[in-house]
């Protein structure tokens, strides 16, 4: 069951961690750089990330979810933490043969059950410093992801002023922050996830997220 209610839009941030950058040997991003999820890749804690047949290589990334509580357009850096309701741990799923064939990310970031959420959303006022929270993925078991968000590139308040200077961003909708280094398909040798796998999402002040992998 999902722990939040279906956003209007889901956002993302690519290459927001210098460590993710750095594992892939590219520079650093002038700035932030956008992409979307369907809503239809939403799943709660539990429920299974289906791998659709076509999917040959599929990928964890642990991200910190920020969910809107206010509408706001061309909000200044200042003001912008300010719209955060509060923050999720995230799973931006990513199909990798799908994302790189296509040269551009929305289908290989989209499939059905792509975007796990959870356990909860935690209110802002109880998260101190959302920039200084440790971030791990486990898959069975084993940490592949060990980061911090005092690693992001782009700051939350940045994120959502930049989002806001064309797009309007109202209550409920999601932003997905980035993702660190160690990802499945930079490591060596490759760890993609495959039917049978649980994936854990650790943020500090967060809670886990874990989902089961299978197979459609």
């Known amino acids: 069951m999902l722990p939040i209610e279906r956003p209007g839009k889901i956002v993302c941030v690519g290459l927001n961690y210098k460590d993710h950058a750095e594992e892939q040997g590219v520079e650093l991003p002038t700035a932030p750089l956008l992409f979307a999820k369907f809503t239809t890749s939403l799943i709660g804690p539990g429920e299974a990330i289906v791998i659709p047949p076509l999917v040959t290589q599929c990928d964890y990334e642990a991200e910190l979810g920020v969910v809107i509580g206010a509408t706001v357009r061309n909000v200044s850096r200042e003001n912008a933490?300010?719209?955060?309701?509060?923050?999720?741990?995230?799973?931006?799923?990513?199909?990798?043969?799908?994302?790189?064939?296509?040269?551009?990310?929305?289908?290989?970031?989209?499939?059905?059950?792509?975007c796990p959420v959870g356990p909860r959303l935690v209110p802002a006022a109880e998260i101190a410093d959302p920039h200084?929270?440790?971030?791990?993925?486990?898959?069975?078991?084993?940490?592949?992801?060990?980061?911090?968000?005092?690693?992001l590139i782009f700051g939350i308040d940045e994120i959502i002023s930049y989002i806001s200077q064309t797009s309007t961003l109202e209550p409920g909708d999601l932003i997905l922050t980035g993702t660190p280094a160690g990802v499945g398909v930079f490591r060596e040798p490759q760890r993609l996830l495959q039917p049978g796998d649980e994936v854990t999402i650790e943020i500090e002040g967060l809670g886990e997220l874990t989902n089961p992998v299978v197979a459609e």
């Open 81 to 114: 933490l300010e719209a955060v309701a509060g923050y999720i741990c995230a799973n931006d799923v990513s199909a990798r043969d799908l994302q790189f064939a296509d040269k551009q990310w929305t289908r290989g970031k989209s499939p059905d059950t792509f």
């Open 132 to 151: 200084n929270l440790r971030i791990r993925t486990l898959v069975n078991g084993e940490v592949l992801q060990d980061s911090s968000t005092s690693n």
